[in-house]
């Protein structure tokens, strides 16, 4: 039998899933349903005294409006308050993704009624109220806006970090890799270039042939690092396949001088810290789906609005009536667009795709260099910035328990909850 245990690093073993602005997006969602629910009854009212039916049909347009917005509000709210509920084994962190989902399936609708709609009038044309229609698109948009503004300050569910300026490594995991920023090594056995790798997890050292002639093996090259006090660090490598990999991590600051020791004798290069802003590789595990489809739903809105009023100022202008239902089919056929894509992003997460596959094969790496064989692992999403994994491992150091594996885990940043089991070779043999 295997040795199991179970760990939660960033949460402790309540389970707590949520975003880390789960509060600030549920506070800001309320919000535009308050502006919202404003609008409509103001409208709603204005058109009743003043005869307005078109004033009314915008009043009653903004209560669904705001009735989407009431779902990723009350998802919020819901996840919050029952966040500790044992009932829910992984928490209520998916919560979010499945609101997300359900307000994508309700974009598709406004799609079709819109695109409906559109053809309908390119059937059967209808007279334009121009001077009542202009003035209420006008509203809608400065509404919509107002929504935008407000939802914006947290819609992508995290924030940016930071980057330094040595390079990214060149194998085929990396897709952000930044080529001008490695260094070259040029020596007997080929062209290398050396960078820091840090795209989702702790920085580490990465050497990768520049030339299909280089050769490098592991017992070959080590990196060591002098820093500005006078300290020194090792680092020895693992093979990738199409690139070496130091096996420990690289400490902070990155500012140091690394001397490259090949079978040729020794190199020197500076690494130089220099922060900078840039967009997370992981931003599909930290990205919170709820916030951002209350975001579609109000650019959504906005994009309709801009769309109608330059149909009906044209229309007006040079007489194209056609143009009205024109901007009717681009923005149904827009928001088709996005409510596929958030409805791909969310589905995804509620059937537990793996989203971080660099994560899941950093795992197996990282297992592996320690002396066991991965038997089965899964990684998967739990909530905004929280990943999951369960690990079965075999080994032949009966020593190792999976205390020791959940220690060498923690250094993955957003790997929240792990599972593993430890297994002898006796018995998985």
């Known amino acids: 039998?295997?040795?199991?245990?179970?760990?939660?690093?960033?949460?402790?073993?309540?389970?707590?899933?949520?975003?880390?602005?789960?509060?600030?997006?549920?506070?800001?969602?309320?919000?535009?349903?308050?502006?919202?629910?404003?609008?409509?009854?103001?409208?709603?009212?204005?058109?009743?005294?003043?005869?307005?039916?078109?004033?009314?049909?915008?009043?009653?347009?903004?209560?669904?409006?705001?009735g989407a917005m009431l779902i990723a509000a009350l998802a919020y709210t819901y996840a919050r308050k029952h966040a500790s509920d044992t009932r829910f084994v992984f928490g209520t962190g998916k919560l979010g993704d499945l609101a997300g989902f359900t307000s994508a399936i309700v974009l598709a609708m406004i799609a079709l009624l819109i695109g409906y709609e559109a053809v309908s009038r390119f059937l059967s044309p209808v007279p334009i109220h121009f001077g009542q229609a202009i003035p209420i698109a006008v509203l809608g948009l400065l509404v919509n806006l107002a929504s935008v503004w407000l939802l914006s300050g947290n819609h992508h569910g995290h924030s940016h970090g930071h980057a330094h300026s040595h390079g990214h490594g060149h194998g085929h995991e990396d897709e952000h890799g930044h080529e001008e920023e490695a260094h070259r090594i040029f020596s007997n056995a080929g062209v290398f270039a050396v960078s820091v790798f840090e795209d989702g997890v702790p920085p580490v050292f990465r050497s990768t042939p520049e030339t299909a002639s280089?050769?490098?093996?592991?017992?070959?090259?080590?990196?060591?690092?002098?820093?500005?006090?006078?300290?020194?660090?090792?680092?020895?490598?693992?093979?990738?396949?199409?690139?070496?990999?130091?096996?420990?991590?690289?400490?902070?600051?990155?500012?140091?001088?690394?001397?490259?020791?090949?079978?040729?004798?020794?190199?020197?290069?500076?690494?130089?810290?220099?922060?900078?802003?840039?967009?997370?590789?992981?931003?599909?595990?930290?990205?919170?789906?709820?916030?951002?489809?209350?975001?579609?739903?109000?650019?959504?809105?906005?994009?309709?609005?801009?769309?109608?009023?330059?149909?009906?100022?044209?229309?007006?202008?040079?007489?194209?009536?056609?143009?009205?239902?024109?901007?009717?089919?681009?923005?149904?056929?827009?928001?088709?667009?996005?409510?596929?894509?958030?409805?791909?992003?969310?589905?995804?997460?509620?059937?537990?795709?793996?989203?971080?596959?660099?994560?899941?094969?950093?795992?197996?790496?990282?297992?592996?260099?320690?002396?066991?064989?991965?038997?089965?692992?899964?990684?998967?999403?739990?909530?905004?910035?929280?990943?999951s994994a369960v690990v079965s491992v075999v080994t032949s150091e009966t020593q190792r328990s999976p205390s020791f594996y959940h220690a060498a885990l923690k250094r993955f940043k957003g790997l929240s909850h792990v599972t593993v089991e430890v297994n002898p070779v006796s018995a998985a043999a």
């Open 214 to 387: 280089s050769k490098l093996t592991t017992d070959a090259v080590s990196i060591t690092t002098i820093r500005p006090d006078g300290s020194h660090q090792t680092f020895t490598f693992a093979d990738r396949g199409s690139y070496l990999e130091s096996k420990d991590d690289i400490p902070e600051p990155h500012a140091f001088r690394a001397i490259v020791s090949l079978t040729d004798g020794e190199h020197s290069i500076e690494f130089e810290e220099d922060d900078h802003s840039h967009d997370d590789a992981d931003a599909a595990a930290n990205r919170d789906h709820n916030i951002r489809s209350a975001y579609i739903h109000v650019i959504a809105d906005a994009a309709v609005s801009v769309l109608a009023i330059i149909g009906l100022l044209l229309a007006r202008a040079f007489g194209w009536v056609w143009m009205d239902p024109l901007a009717g089919v681009i923005g149904a056929l827009v928001i088709a667009n996005w409510s596929w894509g958030l409805m791909r992003d969310t589905g995804g997460i509620l059937l537990d795709m793996n989203l971080d596959k660099r994560m899941a094969e950093n795992v197996r790496h990282l297992i592996e260099d320690n002396g066991a064989d991965v038997l089965d692992l899964h990684v998967w999403r739990v909530g905004p910035g929280h990943m």
């Open 1 to 66: 039998m295997g040795k199991f245990e179970d760990a939660a690093f960033g949460a402790g073993h309540d389970h707590i899933f949520l975003g880390a602005a789960h509060k600030e997006n549920e506070r800001r969602t309320w919000m535009v349903i308050a502006l919202c629910s404003a609008m409509m009854v103001a409208e709603i009212v204005g058109g009743s005294l003043f005869g307005s039916l078109a004033l009314v049909a915008d009043g009653l347009h903004m209560s669904t409006h705001a």
